[in-house]
């Protein structure tokens, strides 16, 4: 009987239909995975493309134990962590049987410091501490003058090598004006380390953005890692794209991160530790892009104190090192090698 | 048998066209939207899942940060930390959030709520991979 | 099956008074029924409407749908309640789908075709009226299509159930139709 072939004919569709719907392959290979977690005080967020779903959150979860490996050593707002350690120590006393790679990282720390005459520096803890820009709830007026005139003169005493590495590997902290504050390089230093993870697990198109610090690998496919760059004045604004596809670095300072204002003062978390104030450069964003992220960290909070002509002539000693600089008044001035597609005054 | 009878009486092939491409789109729909139990938000507290809430129900719910009680809040199939008094609290800025992926914290709490559920289909389109700030 | 009658106005509005009056019946009843649920309910009283349908015509079918949402909601009490707005969104859905229905080659559909798109038009209407009016979140919509799925069942349940009162009806055609 017709009917029924015509019957038999339709379930067989059905039929077809449902399993094509079934085994139709999921496309997440060509899509973007990201996952954020609070580490270091702040978002931290990693995206992966080509990759599939399972290999991806597994890669990840190694590259976010590794920060969290980095942050439990170098955060002095962990009481176990190696860092909180030597802050406690007493002053002038040698300090044995530190982790290697924070010695590494302090040695690198203290070089930059030196080739930017001390305006990059992570001895300042006793200054930030004073600021209190990592109190919750945050200050809302500056520390009294007396207290800062007083760390100023504990600072003037102080010796050339205020943090001084033995050569037996040892540390010392020479008085109370110093003290260790990695906050602008061990972010950067942590983001390495999770993109050396990601890329030595085979995930090879990967973002990495940690509050400001940020590391890139490969592309998404055709399409370059499409990132903004924050208008210093407007939080939802974008002032310039950075079209990427290539291993670079991406670290941003600007004074609108943590600040307050004051009688009409904006009271921003970058120190000057030549005035024992929040810097005031003429510059209010410094964005530097490098191979890594711990320099890329490292040279945006120099450039930012040091200001542009100053900085820029530190930036010449780094190889491969670009920046973007915008001035108080909104102009913008960027090196010749600064990948940025597109770019307006904010 | 006999039910199949009837309806093969009752029916002209155009209704059996019908009830068969209807039904096909029906089963289509169910297996696109399968597995599916609607859009939920996980609270992680210190990275670590603390409760999940299904947005499908208006609820407010108190959890202990680390620098006291945050209050979460569930409306219209939306979820959001309810304004504390910190200019740091991200999630305050960021109001209400109800797509998958979707992400808001107080990061001196050490709180962040996920929008979790399945993936869409067409991934939300983002004008930035990330944000150099 | 399908073929309008030719009656008188006077015989018409009778015949639709009686299929709304069975319509209202099927109505109470279905709301009286235990464990349906406000959601899902086999929407019987939608045959009446399709015995309109298809034997007096569209307009036929959403007087009696239109008369059996006000008088059953009337009867129990849910006049402009949510309850309410929900039937006359299903039922316009369904009136909405009956309408562009006509549009077909008049033997293409019998009375299940048209009943299940009817139903699936029904459904439709109730759920986008819950979306935007009464729950108003995006939630519902992932019921959709176990909803539909009910709807599918009834709407072929009904169309089987209008095909055998049209029958029954048409036997009886010559006491309609006699002066």
């Known amino acids: 009987m017709n009917n029924w072939r015509a019957w038999a004919g339709l379930l067989a569709i059905s039929g077809l239909c449902v399993l094509w719907l079934l ?62 350690h030597l802050n406690n120590a007493p002053r002038g006393e040698k300090i044995s049987a530190l982790p290697t790679e924070l010695l590494q990282l302090i ?37 009294p003058a007396s207290d800062l005139q007083h760390w100023l003169t504990l600072r003037a005493n102080l010796p050339d090598a ?9 540390l010392r902290l020479a008085n109370a004006a110093v003290g260790l504050d990695l906050g602008g390089i061990a972010k950067g230093y942590a983001v390495d380390r999770a993109m050396e993870t990601l890329l030595a697990n085979g995930v090879t198109n990967a973002l990495i953005n940690a509050g400001g610090d940020m590391r890139l690998a490969g592309s998404k496919g055709d399409k370059p890692w499409h990132i903004g760059l924050r208008d210093p004045r407007q939080p939802n604004g974008v002032v310039a794209v950075m079209d990427i596809h290539k291993a670079r670095a991406i670290s941003t300072s600007g004074d609108y991160e943590r600040f307050f204002l004051a009688n009409g003062v904006r009271y921003h978390h970058i120190l000057d530790p030549k005035t024992a104030a929040p810097a005031r450069s003429g510059l209010i964003s410094v964005t530097v892009q490098a191979t890594d992220s711990m320099t890329a960290d490292a040279l945006s909070t120099s450039l930012f104190v040091l200001g542009e002509q100053e900085g820029l002539k530190l930036l010449q000693r780094f190889p491969d090192c670009e920046a973007l600089l915008i001035r108080e008044d909104g102009s913008m001035v960027q090196t010749s090698g600064f990948i940025a597609t597109r770019s307006r005054s904010p | 048998m006999r039910l199949l009878t009837l309806l093969a009486r009752t029916t002209t092939p155009g209704d059996r066209v019908t009830m068969a491409l209807s039904g096909m789109a029906i089963v289509g729909l169910m297996l696109s939207t399968r597995g599916d139990p609607g859009q939920r938000g996980v ?42 008094n910190s200019p740091r609290l991200i999630g305050t800025r960021t109001g209400w959030i109800q797509e998958v992926g979707q992400i ?14 399945a993936r869409p289909k067409q991934p939300p389109t983002v004008e930035f991979d990330a944000v150099s700030q | 099956m399908n073929g309008h009658l030719t009656l008188s106005p006077l015989r018409q509005d009778l015949l639709i008074a009686y299929l ?57 009490g849910m006049l402009f309640t949510p309850g309410f707005w929900l039937s006359l969104a299903g039922g316009c859905g369904a009136m909405g789908a009956l309408a562009l229905l006509r549009l077909l080659p008049n033997r293409l559909l019998g009375p299940v075709g048209i009943s299940l798109l009817a139903a699936l038009a029904h459904m439709a209407g109730q759920i986008v009226m819950a979306w935007v009016w009464i729950i108003g979140h995006a939630g519902i919509l992932s019921l959709l299509p176990w909803f539909l799925a009910g709807s599918w069942f009834s709407g072929i349940v009904n169309g089987v159930l209008t095909f055998l009162v049209l029958e029954q009806l048409d036997r009886h055609r010559d006491l309609l139709t006699a002066p």
């Open chain 2, 104 to 117: 808001s914290a107080c990061v001196p709490c050490g709180i962040l709520i996920k929008v979790e559920g």
């Open chain 1, 23 to 84: 085994g139709s392959p999921r496309q997440e290979q060509e899509a973007t995975l990201s996952e954020t977690r609070l580490l270091m005080g702040t978002l931290v967020s990693i995206t992966t493309w080509g990759h599939t779903e399972d290999e991806s959150t597994r890669v990840m979860e190694l590259a976010f134990a590794e920060i969290d490996r980095v942050e439990a050593m170098m955060s002095r707002f962990l009481p176990a962590s190696a860092v909180t």
């Open chain 2, 43 to 84: 609270i992680y507290r210190d990275n670590r899942p603390l409760m999940t809430l299904t947005l499908n129900q208006d609820q407010k719910k108190e959890v202990s940060g680390k620098l006291g009680a945050v209050t979460i809040q569930v409306e219209q199939g939306r979820i959001r930390l309810v304004e504390y």
């Open chain 1, 162 to 170: 205020a943090i001084e590495i033995t050569p037996d590997h040892q």
């Open chain 3, 20 to 76: 709304t009056a069975a319509a209202v019946v099927a109505h109470l009843l279905e709301a009286a029924l235990p464990g349906a649920g406000p959601w899902f309910k086999p929407g019987v009283a939608n045959v009446f409407a399709l015995v309109a349908f298809l034997r007096l015509g569209w307009k036929a079918a959403a007087a009696v749908t239109l008369l059996r949402i006000l008088t059953s909601s009337m009867a129990l």
């Open chain 1, 107 to 143: 040695r690198q720390g203290l070089e930059i410091g030196q080739m930017s005459k001390g305006a990059f520096d992570i001895g300042l803890a006793p200054l930030s501490d004073l600021w209190g820009f990592s109190r919750e709830p945050p200050p809302e007026a500056p520390p």
